[in-house]
């Protein structure tokens, strides 16, 4: 990835208040080094419910629809926001279908680089799994209708 291309990428990963809050701009620079950048055009599964994603989605640019079975989508996602988290976490098959609603432009990142990164740099591993509780905690409250606190990470990152 250019230098250019990844501090657009970071800039849009790294502001979004729905996304890995707890990164630092080191955490940033780490990850987008090890990810693939993926494009999906309008209508392509990102996720499909059922199929283990072996890693996670980082949306770029973009929309996407999160939808449970044949019900409309529960949610939409953009820049910035995960998807595929908790295929992710559990290793099991994903619990949702995510389609692009528009050309969507995504950083995957694998679960074996990410463990690699993760023994490296343990803290980094510690903010990322913090980030995925507070994003998995979030959608929860949601669906159930409870209301959901802002997060708010420490300025220093740690």
Known sequence: ?????????????STSKYGLVYLTQ??????????TKRQFRAGE?????????????LLLKGTASVQ???QE???????GEVCGEISFLDDLPATADVVAKVDTDVLYLDRPTLQSVFELFP?????????LASIVSRRLREMIGEPTAKVN??????
């Open 1 to 13: 990835m250019s230098k250019a291309t990844q501090q657009i990428d970071l800039g849009v990963l």
């Open 26 to 35: 080191n955490d940033w620079v780490l990850i987008a080094d090890k990810a």
């Open 45 to 57: 599964s990102l996720v499909q419910r059922g199929r283990r994603t072996h890693g996670i989605y």
């Open 68 to 70: 449970f079975g044949q």
């Open 73 to 79: 989508a529960v949610r939409m996602i953009g820049p």
């Open 123 to 131: 803290h980094l591993g510690s903010r990322f799994y913090q980030s």
């Open 153 to 158: 990470p420490p300025a220093d990152g740690k």
